[in-house]
Nanobody, 112 residues
Framework: EVQLVESGGGTVHPGGSLRLSCAAS????????MRWVRQSTGKGLEWVSS????????TYAESVAGRFTISRDNANHTLYLQLNSLKIEDTGMYFC?????RGQGTQVTVSS
C-alpha cells in the first residue's frame, strides 16, 4: 500500500522558513518522480515543484522559484521541500504526491 506522510508545517511570519518532509513507503521510492502540491482555502490544487526519480532535475512553479527548494533522500525514502522567504500567499495545505497518490498534507500558515 502506498503511503505518503507529510510533516513539518507550522505558523511563521512573512519572511520565515519551514522545511517540509514526506515519508514514503509501500513502493520503490527510487523508481518515481515526486512532486509537491498545495491547496489554499477556496482554491484548487496548485502544483508547486517536481523532482525526478534520481533527483537530478527539479522544476518549480513561477510563484515559488528562487524561494523553495525540493530535494529527496532516496536512501531514506523521504522527500523534502525547503520553504524560504515565505509570503502570506504561500499559506495552504501542502501535499506530496506520486501520480494520483497523495498524503494527508501538512498545514503552512504565514501570518503577520
Amino acid at each position: 500500500e502506498v503511503q505518503l506522510v507529510e510533516s513539518g508545517g507550522g505558523t511563521v511570519h512573512p519572511g520565515g522558513s519551514l522545511r517540509l518532509s514526506c515519508a514514503a513507503s509501500g513502493f520503490t521510492f527510487t523508481d518515481y518522480g515526486m512532486r509537491w502540491v498545495r491547496q489554499s482555502t477556496g482554491k484548487g490544487l496548485e502544483w508547486v515543484s517536481s523532482i525526478t526519480a534520481d533527483g537530478s532535475i527539479t522544476t518549480y512553479a513561477e510563484s515559488v522559484a528562487g524561494r523553495f527548494t525540493i530535494s529527496r533522500d532516496n536512501a531514506n525514502h523521504t522527500l523534502y521541500l525547503q520553504l524560504n522567504s515565505l509570503k502570506i500567499e504561500d499559506t495552504g495545505m501542502y501535499f506530496c504526491q506520486r501520480g494520483t497518490y497523495r498524503g494527508q498534507g501538512t498545514q503552512v500558515t504565514v501570518s503577520s
